[in-house]
């Protein structure tokens, strides 16, 4: 039995240096920060804030990834 999921993370720099932190499997997960380190520790803070609001309102799936990524969140399923 699987006792976390995994979630892409892809990364955008803009013109300013800034990054951004998209999770292409949950819809509308975006972070952002100064460093990619930042961005990083954003995108999980965004992570468990939109898996437990899909869980309040019963909205769990989620999409496929298409590809396998490099750097990935291992959140943990209870239960």
Not at 53 to 74: C, E, I, T, W
Request: proline share 4%.
């Amino acid at each position: 039995m699987k006792k976390h999921r995994e979630f892409e993370i892809d990364y955008f720099q803009d013109e300013d240096g800034y990054f951004t932190a998209q999770v292409p499997a949950i819809p509308g997960c975006i972070a952002s920060g100064k460093s990619l380190q930042e961005a990083y520790r954003n995108a999980v803070d965004a992570i468990e804030s939109c898996l437990e609001a899909r869980r309040v309102v019963g909205a769990m799936k989620l999409r496929k990834p298409r590809y396998a990524g490099l750097n990935l969140y291992r959140h943990a399923i209870h239960g």
